[in-house]
């Protein structure tokens, strides 16, 4: 079966060996250098067939290519078809750059007996308009299971408002909240401005941790930042984070960032004091910065069984250049940690 996948798929199989690492070259040569291809087919009704075939004046190189297609009828007008274009956009491959977004999720305990809740952040780019304009801004998030499947969705409207003092790329940061169980998850967003009669989508990945049964979790790391970007409201994420979050990774030196999450003991056994460290790497994993800091059991709600952490990221002392900030909580053997990359200017 491995033969014949590799084979009808224009690759090769490695089996009947006890050492596969031997053909790791081998895989690495061959994808080390390859382009791939690609057109926008004219949109058409008659449901012919459109054959493809594709020639290259260099010898040596291999050409895979589908052998034909089947276009799409056109799209109907703006007024009748925002059903389809937002299905489209969810059902796209690669994330649509009409409109310029950025998103970022971090998974929160619910109260108890509830599903687990991420809190979503997404911020918004309106490339030439002016901050006097007002603008409705539409904006969905889906969530699909591993097998790609719909789980649930949220919709929230926002208002821009006037704000004659502003200079400058409007920009600004809308919020939603969505209920997931415990797994991994892909987070899709779709945006639509009606001031720009524009719409772009944005995806993410989110692991929501089981809360309740693991005996140590961790929230999803929020990233707040001074000075922040203008949002249009906080309420969908109203109770969940206690800061603002901010989907910006690109600091300068001047500004004041935090990072924020919430530490968790599961509903059985005896609370326990948790040693909660930050280490910061470089981009040649030099080790450029770390704290540790012990929460004692009286740091931890009783019922709730969390504990709040904040902690100011160094930004002002750190050279330009790309980091990764771990924070790893441990409580006897358990050990658990969360991941952040930035860059400074």
Same mark, same amino acid.
Request: charged residues 20%; glycine residues 8%; negative net charge.
């Given at each position: 079966?491995?033969?014949?996948?590799?084979?009808?798929?224009?690759?090769?199989?490695?089996?009947?060996?006890?050492?596969?690492?031997?053909?790791?070259?081998?895989? %690495?040569?061959?994808?080390?250098?390859?382009?791939? %291809?690609?057109?926008?087919?004219?949109?058409?009704?008659?449901?012919?067939?459109?054959?493809?075939?594709?020639?290259?004046?260099?010898?040596?190189?291999?050409?895979?290519?589908?052998?034909?297609?089947?276009?799409?009828?056109?799209?109907?007008?703006?007024?009748?078809?925002?059903?389809?274009?937002?299905?489209?956009?969810?059902?796209?491959?690669?994330?649509?750059?009409?409109?310029?977004?950025?998103?970022?999720?971090?998974?929160?305990?619910?109260?108890?007996?509830?599903?687990?809740?991420?809190?979503?952040?997404?911020? +918004?780019?309106?490339?030439?308009?002016?901050?006097?304009?007002?603008?409705?801004?539409?904006?969905?998030?889906?969530?699909?299971?591993?097998?790609?499947?719909?789980?649930?969705?949220?919709?929230?409207?926002?208002?821009?408002?006037?704000?004659?003092? !502003?200079?400058?790329?409007?920009?600004?940061?809308?919020?939603?909240?969505?209920?997931?169980?415990? !797994?991994?998850?892909?987070?899709?967003?779709?945006?639509?401005?009606?001031?720009?009669?524009?719409?772009?989508?944005?995806?993410?990945?989110?692991?929501?941790?089981?809360?309740?049964?693991?005996?140590?979790?961790?929230? !999803?790391?929020? +990233?707040? #930042?001074?000075?922040?970007?203008?949002?249009?409201?906080?309420?969908?994420?109203?109770?969940?984070?206690?800061?603002?979050?901010?989907?910006?990774?690109?600091?300068?030196?001047?500004?004041?960032?935090?990072?924020?999450?919430?530490?968790?003991?599961?509903?059985?056994?005896?609370?326990?004091?948790?040693? %909660?460290?930050?280490?910061?790497?470089?981009?040649?994993?030099?080790?450029?910065?770390?704290?540790?800091?012990?929460?004692? +059991?009286?740091?931890?709600?009783?019922?709730?069984?969390?504990?709040?952490?904040?902690?100011?990221?160094? +930004?002002?002392?750190?050279?330009?250049?790309?980091?990764?900030?771990?924070?790893? #909580?441990?409580?006897?053997?358990?050990?658990?940690?969360?991941?952040?990359?930035?860059?400074?200017?």
């Amino acid at each position: 079966m491995l033969r014949d996948l590799a084979a009808n798929t224009g690759g090769f199989a490695v089996n009947s060996t006890n050492a596969p690492e031997g053909d790791v070259p081998a895989i %690495l040569r061959e994808n080390q250098s390859y382009y791939l %291809l690609g057109f926008e087919p004219v949109p058409a009704t008659d449901g012919r067939l459109r054959k493809v075939d594709v020639k290259v004046n260099r010898p040596g190189v291999e050409v895979r290519a589908r052998r034909g297609y089947y276009p799409s009828a056109p799209e109907a007008s703006a007024t009748g078809s925002a059903r389809f274009t937002t299905e489209a956009l969810f059902a796209a491959p690669l994330p649509a750059r009409d409109l310029p977004l950025q998103i970022a999720a971090a998974p929160f305990a619910g109260s108890a007996g509830s599903m687990p809740a991420v809190a979503i952040a997404v911020s +918004i780019a309106e490339p030439g308009v002016a901050w006097s304009a007002v603008d409705t801004l539409q904006i969905e998030v889906r969530s699909f299971d591993e097998n790609g499947q719909q789980e649930s969705a949220v919709r929230e409207t926002s208002r821009w408002e006037s704000h004659p003092a !502003g200079a400058g790329e409007r920009q600004g940061l809308v919020f939603a909240r969505m209920p997931l169980p415990p !797994g991994y998850h892909e987070l899709r967003a779709v945006v639509r401005s009606a001031q720009l009669n524009k719409s772009g989508s944005v995806f993410a990945d989110v692991d929501v941790p089981d809360f309740v049964k693991n005996p140590l979790s961790l929230s !999803g790391v929020v +990233i707040h #930042a001074e000075p922040a970007l203008g949002n249009l409201g906080t309420a969908p994420i109203a109770g969940l984070v206690a800061a603002v979050p901010t989907t910006q990774r690109e600091f300068t030196r001047a500004s004041h960032v935090s990072a924020l999450l919430t530490i968790y003991q599961g509903a059985r056994g005896a609370l326990q004091p948790v040693t %909660l460290a930050t280490r910061i790497l470089n981009d040649r994993d030099a080790l450029v910065d770390t704290t540790s800091e012990r929460l004692p +059991i009286e740091r931890f709600d009783n019922k709730a069984r969390e504990a709040p952490w904040s902690h100011d990221l160094p +930004i002002d002392r750190l050279a330009p250049g790309d980091y990764l900030a771990t924070f790893e #909580a441990v409580m006897g053997k358990q050990v658990v940690h969360r991941d952040v990359q930035f860059h400074v200017r």
